[in-house]
């Protein structure tokens, strides 16, 4: 039996599509796409700021309890950029993002990186936050056709592909959305017994 629907706080249809593949099973999984509309403007300067932004819009939009969710690509010899800025970071789209990296990584023998994912829960009266963090490192080149984002250069640590070489069921075993996803899940479990 399906548990109430839960309402993300995201229009983009990718991640719309990875929260569904990791908890379909147990969840109807709603975003702003079916409400018909836009995100709100990210104005924090954290991932859980940018969340509770988020959060804060759909429920105000819908009377929904809902979850805003913000993730960002963290490189260590780039001073922990992109961050925040991930999905802006070259002011084009995911390719142009992606060559950007490259250009900045290009004989950087340091190439550590961090996917972070934070979620916010919010029904109007409570903030509840939840983490994720998926270490690994930036390759040399693009590598696979699957994913999106920053997905073709990342190669999580104790792996030799990229998450873009990987299934998608391979990713969301792994992915920091999933560790997110599996905390904020135990938490709301305890919580609608």
């Not at 548990?3 to 993300?8: E, N, T, V």
Request: glycine content about 10%.
């Amino acid at each position: 039996m399906k548990r109430p629907p839960i309402l993300f706080a995201t229009a983009n249809p990718h991640k719309v599509r990875e929260i569904r593949e990791i908890l379909g099973p147990c969840f109807t999984v709603l975003s702003l796409l079916d409400y018909g509309l836009p995100g709100p403007e990210e104005s924090g300067t954290t991932l859980e700021e940018n969340a509770e932004i988020k959060a804060r819009y759909a429920y105000e939009r819908t009377g929904i309890p809902a979850v805003g969710e913000d993730t960002g690509l963290f490189v260590r010899a780039l001073k922990w950029a992109p961050g925040i800025y991930s999905a802006r970071f070259s002011g084009g789209g995911d390719r142009e993002n992606r060559e950007k990296l490259l250009y900045l990584m290009r004989g950087e023998g340091d190439r550590y990186a961090e996917f972070r994912t934070a979620l916010v829960f919010y029904d109007g009266r409570r903030l509840e936050t939840f983490l994720g963090v998926l270490p690994g490192r930036i390759a040399t080149v693009e590598r696979g056709k699957g994913g999106f984002g920053y997905d073709p250069l990342f190669v999580p640590e104790g792996h030799t592909r990229t998450l873009a070489e990987m299934s998608p069921q391979e990713k969301n075993a792994i992915s920091h959305r999933r560790k997110a996803l599996m905390s904020f899940l135990k938490w709301l479990v305890r919580e609608i017994r």
